[in-house]
């Protein structure tokens, strides 16, 4: 730090003061600069030997580089050496009132008063207040009003945008002690308030996307990693496996949807996959938007490891008994994690970035929709290679993997994770169980997981008893909220096998004599036809 001497031999030489007062300006501000200003005006000489403009100039080094209180003592000095220099009862004022300092203000205000003429200090004011009005912005006056304008233009929007049931939506609930979570149904129409409290994260809430009519407002592709990969060590294993195949299924999906006129919204949900939103501007048949986004990711699912796509809706109709399918809305907090969700194309994770883009969307007209899925209704279905190999060696699980969601669902798990819940394995025995090539098909899907072994796996097969297992049962089982996903023509029993040819209405009871040569026949069937695969 560079050192100042000050003494009366100097105070006597007003030039040498002024040069000690042209390099005091100059002083760099930063701790060097500063620690040479505050050395200098440490002694009380200097500030007795300058005049009244020196002295102001002191005033302003010293407030530029934050010695507040010197800045304060040189305007006492000046006060009591030059009371009637106005600029510095002006200047002094000035700082006290940016201190908000009101005993201060008020003193040194009655000083001025006594040694400053009145007109003077009316100017003081108006200058004063024509300053505050052009520093205070127009849009300052009005931000709480203009915050709540746009505040409620955003909640309008997302009640446009995101709608479902009109008489019910669902609130999310977690016990992280128990490791459960769902949804309890609010049975009225969802409020501008409900939407303030989701959007702020105090609470989290979903919609039923079919309304009266079994109509919908968009339709929604559920994008989730797979039961394996849920596991934080097994993920990071797959970490680039995962970042490439997301990267991938949102450039093919968004490009998908461009190719198809659909309007499309990837979201990361927050928990443990994407949404991808298909909003439309009139309502259309929930069957219509489920045929078209059918179609829109036809065969995607089999060139995926780490992530499985599901459909919403997942129904044609509500059948009156249950609320239908159900998904979270976007921009909420999800409780079991923690995490908000957030529009992948957005500038950033800010509201108001959010809503510019969700601002700027073009709704799907019905017509488009309406037109794309008649069109994936009559052209051939093409599917992946992979998959018309497997669908053509076991027809039964194809059939019924593509029209009994619940099925579906199970066996897409059975295909990724590592293990079978209890619940998950009855209802693949209580139903594929009763296939006249129960053995092949069981065997076929159990042989992915590690703990596979033949003979219990047989033994289990040989306990199967009783009818097929109903569709309400299968969706109690595995805790399915909402409606059944499909209905059956006319009256009678409802189980997934009815999807097949050659299964009434009425299942007829499996025998409780197990018919041994029919098990020995299907375990050479079986043995042969593993021969043949590694052959």
Same mark, same amino acid.
């Given at each position: 730090?560079?050192?100042v001497?000050?003494?009366r031999?100097?105070?006597?030489?007003?030039?040498?003061?002024?040069?000690?007062?042209d390099?005091?300006?100059?002083?760099p501000?930063d701790?060097?600069g500063t620690?040479?200003?505050?050395?200098?005006l440490a002694?009380?000489?200097l500030?007795?030997?300058v005049d009244?403009a020196d002295?102001?100039r002191l005033?302003?080094?010293a407030?530029?580089h934050?010695?507040i209180?010197?800045?304060r003592?040189?305007?006492?000095?000046?006060?009591?050496?030059?009371?009637?220099?106005?600029?510095?009862?002006?200047?002094?004022?000035?700082?006290l009132?940016?201190?908000?300092d009101?005993?201060a203000l008020?003193?040194i205000s009655?000083?001025?008063?006594?040694?400053?003429?009145?007109d003077?200090?009316?100017?003081?004011?108006d200058a004063?207040?024509?300053e505050a009005?052009?520093?205070?912005d127009?849009?300052?006056?009005?931000a709480p009003f203009?915050n709540?304008r #746009?505040?409620d233009?955003? +909640?309008?929007?997302f009640?446009?945008l995101?709608r479902? @049931?009109?008489?019910?939506? &669902? %609130?999310?609930?977690?016990?992280?002690?128990e490791g459960r979570?769902g949804y309890?149904?609010?049975?009225?129409p969802m409020?501008?308030?409900?939407?303030?409290d989701?959007?702020s994260g105090r609470?989290?809430?979903?919609i039923?996307?079919?309304?009266r009519?079994? #109509?919908?407002?968009l339709? +929604?592709?559920?994008?989730?990693l797979?039961g394996r990969? @849920?596991?934080?060590?097994? &993920? %990071?294993?797959?970490?680039p496996?995962?970042?490439r195949?997301?990267?991938?299924?949102?450039?093919?999906?968004?490009?998908l949807?461009?190719?198809?006129?659909?309007c499309c919204?990837?979201e990361?949900?927050?928990?443990?996959?994407y949404h991808f939103w298909f909003?439309v501007?009139?309502?259309?048949p929930?069957a219509?938007m489920?045929t078209a986004l059918q179609g829109?990711?036809?065969?995607?699912?089999?060139?995926?490891e780490?992530?499985?796509?599901e459909i919403?809706p997942?129904?044609d109709?509500?059948?009156?008994?249950?609320f239908g399918?159900l998904?979270?809305?976007?921009?909420?907090?999800?409780?079991?994690?923690?995490?908000?969700s957030?529009f992948v194309?957005?500038a950033d994770r800010?509201?108001?970035?959010?809503f510019?883009?969700?601002?700027?969307?073009r709704?799907t007209?019905?017509?488009?929709?309406?037109?794309l899925?008649?069109?994936?209704?009559?052209?051939?279905?093409?599917?992946h290679p992979?998959?018309a190999a497997?669908a053509?060696?076991?027809p039964e699980?194809?059939?019924l993997?593509s029209c009994?969601?619940?099925?579906?669902?199970?066996?897409a798990?059975l295909r990724?994770?590592?293990t079978?819940?209890?619940?998950e394995e009855?209802?693949?025995?209580?139903t594929?169980g009763?296939l006249p090539?129960?053995?092949?098909l069981?065997?076929h899907l159990f042989?992915?997981?590690p703990?596979?072994?033949?003979p219990?796996?047989d033994?289990?097969?040989?306990?199967v008893?009783?009818t097929?297992?109903?569709?309400?049962?299968?969706?109690s089982?595995l805790?399915?909220g909402?409606?059944l996903?499909?209905?059956?023509e006319?009256?009678?029993?409802a189980h997934?096998?009815?999807?097949l040819?050659?299964?009434?209405?009425e299942p007829?009871?499996?025998?409780?004599?197990?018919?041994?040569?029919?098990?020995a026949?299907?375990c050479?069937?079986?043995a042969i036809?593993q021969?043949e695969?590694?052959?």
């Open positions: 730090m560079q050192t001497t000050v003494n031999h100097q105070s006597g030489q007003a030039g040498e003061y002024r040069l000690l007062l390099r005091l300006e100059k002083a501000l701790e060097s620690g040479l200003v505050r050395q200098a002694d009380g000489s500030l007795a030997a009244a002295l102001l005033a302003l080094v407030r530029q934050g010695l209180d010197r800045a003592e040189i305007y006492g000095s000046l006060h009591a050496r030059f009371p009637a220099c106005a600029e510095a009862w002006q200047q002094h004022i000035e700082l009132r940016l201190l908000d009101r005993p008020v003193r009655a000083g001025a008063e006594a040694h400053v003429p009145e003077v200090r009316n100017q003081w004011q004063a207040g024509a009005a052009s520093d205070m127009r849009d300052d006056i009005l203009e709540l #746009r505040e233009e955003q +909640v309008a929007l009640l446009r995101f479902g @049931r009109e008489d019910a939506f &669902a %609130r999310q609930w977690v016990n992280r002690g979570q309890v149904p609010v049975r009225r409020q501008p308030a409900d939407v303030r989701h959007l609470r989290t809430y979903g039923y996307l079919l309304d009519k079994s #109509r919908v407002h339709g +929604v592709i559920d994008v989730d797979v990969l @849920r596991d934080a060590r097994e &993920a %990071r294993k797959q970490r496996t995962i970042r195949e997301s990267l991938y299924l949102h450039k093919r999906i968004a490009g949807a461009h190719e198809a006129g659909l919204l990837a990361v949900s927050g928990g443990k996959g909003p501007r009139e309502p259309v929930a219509a489920r829109l990711i036809n065969g995607l699912n089999e060139d995926l780490c992530f499985n796509l919403f997942k129904q109709h509500r059948t009156g008994k249950g399918n998904v979270k809305l976007p921009l909420g907090i999800h409780r079991v994690t923690g995490k908000p957030s194309m957005a800010n509201r108001d970035s959010q510019e883009l969700l601002a700027s969307l709704p007209l019905a017509d488009v929709v309406l037109r899925a008649d069109r994936h209704r009559k052209a051939p279905v093409v599917v992979r998959h497997w053509e060696e076991y699980l194809a059939r993997e009994c969601p619940m099925l579906g669902q199970v066996m798990t990724s994770a590592k079978l819940s209890v619940r009855k209802i693949l025995l209580a594929i009763h090539r129960a053995h092949l069981l065997h042989s992915r997981l703990e596979y072994s033949r219990p796996l033994y289990k097969i040989s306990r008893r009783g097929v297992l109903g569709c309400r049962r299968i969706h089982l805790e399915a909402g409606d996903p499909c209905t059956f006319g009256p009678g029993y997934p096998l009815r999807h040819e050659g299964f009434g209405e007829q009871p499996r025998s409780e004599k197990v018919e041994n040569l029919k098990d026949l299907a050479l069937q079986r036809h021969v695969r590694f052959m």
